[in-house]
């Protein structure tokens, strides 16, 4: 049988793994095991001190790569609202002050949102995912996915500011999409597909 190529996925978010793994699937990459940080050894992360989503998660890959020894794959997403001149941007999931607390980051948006009128509520998620090799190649990639802000929260689905995102061409929000459908468009979506050559070319096959 084969051997597998480990590759750390440089997340605790279960779904995030999930994604990459579909991601895969969907490309008929076999022959690596994604991990995530919870399945290595705890390590110290630097902190997320880059000025651009690519450069945390390069720092965030290398990190990973030099502690493990394994291929890393980390990302770096948020969300850029055009009326709030691109932010939260890196700051996306500390907006609110408490890191990671989507309820009150999303409703921080809405109330500075509050008077904006709906043609000027244009929005995209962004993600950059890097791909570190020990000793070997480093890649980054970004994807947009563009739609606008809506009034208030709306689907159960997805994390982060998804309830409010509604992408272009839709009327539902991110939080009502299908994983599925979710993979074919969305922000991360769009850039793991971009990194699928450089995580085939470690299987050697």
């Known amino acids: 049988m084969p051997e597998t190529t480990r590759v750390l996925v440089a997340s605790r978010n279960a779904k995030k793994l999930r994604e990459l ?21 705890e390590y110290a992360e ?15 890959a290398r990190d990973g790569a030099a502690a493990t020894g394994l291929p890393c794959v980390a990302d770096d997403s948020g ?5 709030l001149n691109g932010m939260p941007g890196i700051l996306s999931a500390r907006w609110s ?11 921080l948006v809405l109330a500075q949102l509050g008077d904006v009128p709906d043609d000027r509520r244009g929005a995209a998620f962004v993600s950059a995912c890097a791909l570190v090799v020990p000793g070997g190649e480093e890649s980054v ?6 739609g606008s802000i809506a009034r208030e929260p709306v689907g159960d689905g997805g994390f982060g500011y998804d309830p409010v995102f509604v992408p272009d061409g839709d ?21 793991l597909v971009q990194l699928v050559p450089a995580l085939a070319a470690l299987t050697g096959r």
């Open 21 to 41: 793994h579909r991601v895969l699937a969907a490309a008929g990459v076999d022959g690596i095991e994604l991990v995530g940080l919870d399945a290595v050894p």
């Open 46 to 60: 630097a902190p997320e001190t880059g000025a651009t989503f690519e450069e945390n998660a390069l720092a965030k």
């Open 79 to 83: 969300i850029e609202v055009d009326a």
């Open 97 to 107: 002050g408490t890191h990671g607390n989507d309820p009150a980051n999303t409703a």
């Open 141 to 146: 990639v970004r994807g947009e996915w563009r």
């Open 171 to 191: 009327t539902r929000s991110a939080a009502q999409l299908s994983p599925e459908e979710k993979d074919a468009s969305s922000h991360r979506g769009r850039a």
